[in-house]
Nanobody
Framework: QVQPVESGGGLVQPGGSLRLSCTAP????????MSWYRQAAGKQREWVSRLGTDGTTYYTGSVRGRFTISIDKANNTVYLQMNSLKPEDTARYSCKTYGPGSTCFSSWGQGTQVTVTS
């Protein structure tokens, strides 16, 4: 399995915005899906958003309307645009690629830390 690489995290105030990026060797949007997850300190990992092979997007209810998943097909980079950030969004964000393509499956990335605080 390949390991995705996430970037773009940082320290922001409530109401601020960040854009996270995820790249993974072998990722091709035509045959691979990608999901964003987050894990807050002391909490279980939570699924946040998914981009399907047909371009369909999915979001967990707590971020719907604030977060947007998208792809730059020129470099096979998937983004998570996060707006109106709340302290509850504080977590380490990671991405993971999936099939249906047989070569699409990745391990967990190391993640990128997002901290929302005043």
């Amino acid at each position: 399995q390949v390991q995705p690489v996430e970037s773009g995290g940082g320290l922001v105030q409530p109401g601020g915005s960040l854009r996270l990026s995820c790249t993974a060797p072998g990722f091709t949007s035509d045959t691979c899906g990608m999901s964003w997850y987050r894990q807050a300190a002391g909490k279980q990992r939570e699924w946040v958003s998914r981009l399907g092979t047909d371009g369909t997007t999915y979001y967990t209810g707590s971020v719907r309307g604030r977060f947007t998943i998208s792809i730059d097909k020129a470099n096979n980079t998937v983004y998570l645009q996060m707006n109106s950030l709340k302290p509850e969004d504080t977590a380490r964000y990671s991405c993971k690629t999936y099939g249906p393509g047989s070569t699409c499956f990745s391990s967990w990335g190391q993640g990128t830390q997002v901290t929302v605080t005043s």
